[in-house]
């Protein structure tokens, strides 16, 4: 399998966490910012493996046709062809809203 992952999918899953990281800089350290973002990033492969497909919430991931998946408070829009799953977005829970 592979899995070409879109530059956007880490651009969001990094910002959100240094957003958290500035927001709570005196209990949230960098290296637990650094294990989450590694967390989100890896569980973008376990797609179409263990994590279960459903239909988008998300109404532009809908238009676009694209699959969605969810590992902890993080959901993936996806797409497959042939042996490639591309990771289209991600999308962290508190931000799954038009």
């Given amino acids: 399998m592979k899995y070409p992952i879109h ?8 910002e959100f966490y ?37 239909r988008p919430t998300l109404d532009r991931w809908q238009k676009e046709g694209w699959n969605m998946a969810n590992a902890g408070k993080w959901y993936y829009a996806y797409t497959v062809n042939d042996d490639t799953i591309i990771i289209q977005d991600a999308c962290h829970a508190q931000n799954m809203h038009e």
């Fill in 18 to 54: 240094t957003h958290v990281a500035m927001k709570y800089r005196n209990t949230y350290s960098e290296s637990q910012m650094l294990k989450n973002m590694d967390e989100a990033i890896n569980a973008m492969y376990l797609v179409e493996k263990s994590l279960v497909s459903r």
């Fill in 7 to 14: 530059s956007n999918c880490r651009k969001n899953i990094i």
